[in-house]
């Protein structure tokens, strides 16, 4: 009855783990070897025969016969009555092999054995699927949203592996529900215990760059190439680009007409703006590139220090900075180099913290975010635009309007 309820437990795991018939026999035979050293000191002599098909297993055990008297090592040798007991035609120095039954390791070892058996398949099993997601870490994954946690989103496959989703790893807009697919890239797999912990992320660099590999054929067959990905999550990229043919515009080719192939990159990175540029070894024309939509004026390198003086004109500069910095701070990483900007004819500007006598701190910085860090800079600004592009209310900017201009009147 014992050997049936091991076997069975064998057969359990063989339907459901899909591991194969020669390497559940051997954690099988592992586990009973191990019983019968505990019990017996020494395994050596022990024949383990498995027959999972038959849900059967035979044990025995063989021993030489020797005189009653001279037993030494009573898991190898067995006394001469005791061996006539088996088979009365038994003599000194013959073999004997004894079945051992499982309720001859006592009821507390069957028990023991039926909890090593799912101990030591779900360890075999923990380790396939450790090497299974280390061999997909950095490609894109879809799991099914299971469970939902303050700190993360806990995810399912169709085989029922546990796949992590942090919150930190999850775009600002991100809203997912139970049942929901989730796309993103396996990020990292390490073992904690015997478990592994399979961590996905939708933030990282790398996710834009295969979803541009999945949704453009150019870059799925290499024709084009994605040399570099910097990303603000859910609110900026870019994305540079270049193609050994020059007969395909890589720039056209990623985007599409009117945004048609890029359009379901944005919508599933929940509407980032992803600006894609044209890579080039020429450094002032990738930064030049990099700072787009504004237009640059000129620009001087330091490469000792890495860094890029560029010169606009006062109504590009928004455009460079971006909303909250974050166009300036991308084409900084895009390219290397720490990118300062200049007006055309600043020397006649004021910057705007010269006023925090009469303008507050806040204020100065709602300006800054928008680019707009001297008098001129805002002066030559519409009202209405100033609203738009800032938090300030309208009669903030008034006042503020008022105070600069004083200061040029004086």
């Not at 191990?34 to 038959?54: C, V």
């Not at 061996?83 to 009821?107: H, M, N, Y």
């Not at 990292?188 to 834009?208: D, W, Y």
């Amino acid at each position: 009855m014992e050997n049936v309820a091991l076997i069975d437990s064998f057969s359990e795991f063989k339907d459901d783990k899909l591991i194969d018939r020669v390497t559940l026999m051997a954690i099988l035979e592992d586990v009973l070897r191990n019983a019968l050293k505990k019990k017996y000191g020494d395994d050596d002599n022990f024949d383990i025969i498995i027959n999972p098909d038959k849900g059967d297993l035979e044990i025995w055990r063989n021993r030489i016969v020797v005189a009653d008297d001279e037993v030494e090592e009573p898991n190898q040798e067995i006394a001469l009555s005791e061996a006539q007991k088996i088979e009365p035609d038994f003599e000194v120095g013959e073999d004997v092999a004894e079945e051992v039954k499982l309720i001859d390791l006592g009821r507390r070892s069957i028990l023991a054995l039926r909890q090593n058996l799912i101990s030591k398949i779900h360890e075999h099993d923990n380790t396939n699927i450790y090497k299974q997601f280390k061999d997909l870490e950095g490609e894109i994954y879809t799991a099914e949203v299971h469970h939902i946690r303050h700190r993360a989103i806990i995810l399912l496959d169709d085989e029922g592996n546990e796949i992590i989703l942090p919150k930190d790893r999850q775009i600002p807009s991100d809203f997912f529900r139970k049942g929901e697919n989730v796309r993103g890239i396996i990020e990292s797999v390490e073992l904690r215990g015997n478990k592994p912990a399979i961590i996905m992320s939708r933030t990282a660099p790398v996710f834009l760059e295969k979803l541009f590999e999945q949704e453009i054929p150019e870059v799925f067959d290499g024709l084009i190439s994605i040399k570099k990905v910097v990303r603000i999550p859910g609110e900026k990229a870019k994305v540079a680009v270049d193609s050994y043919d020059d007969r395909i515009d890589p720039v056209g080719a990623c985007v599409g007409m009117k945004g048609s192939r890029i359009h379901g990159i944005v919508r599933e990175l929940g509407n980032e703006n992803i600006d894609v540029i044209n890579y080039t070894n020429n450094l002032q024309l990738f930064i030049t590139r990099a700072l787009s939509p504004a237009r640059v004026t000129s620009i001087k390198l330091d490469e000792d220090t890495k860094r890029a003086e560029v010169l606009l004109k006062p109504e590009e500069v928004s455009k460079a900075i971006g909303r909250g910095g974050h166009n300036i701070r991308l084409a900084g990483q895009l390219t290397g180099y720490e990118i300062d900007v200049f007006r055309e004819g600043a020397e006649e500007d004021v910057e705007l913290t010269e006023f925090s006598d009469e303008i507050e701190g806040w204020v100065i910085e709602e300006f800054s975010k928008a680019g707009l860090d001297t008098a001129k800079s805002i002066l030559e600004q519409d009202v209405l635009d100033l609203v738009k592009r800032t938090d300030l209310e309208e009669e903030t900017i008034i006042d503020v309007i008022r105070i600069l201009k004083e200061e040029f009147e004086d």
